[in-house]
């Protein structure tokens, strides 16, 4: 599966909502999945690796 080249139309529950700093010349893309790096503790787009943790999905786009 590629990574998001654009904002995506995403389904989601109520629940709570968090707006974690994110990473230096990061981009976000609204509908995304959001992780936290646990090393860093900045929100960066999903991705496999053991150092993420899920936060859940980007409402707008982060840059």
Do not use: H, W
């Amino acid at each position: 599966m590629t990574a998001l080249t654009q904002d995506r139309n995403t389904l989601r529950r109520d629940g709570n909502q968090i707006e974690p700093p994110v990473a230096a010349a990061t981009k976000i893309f609204g509908g995304s999945i959001v992780c936290i790096n646990t090393a860093t503790g900045y929100a960066v787009p999903g991705s496999t690796s053991t150092t993420l943790k899920a936060a859940g999905v980007a409402e707008d786009r982060a840059d």
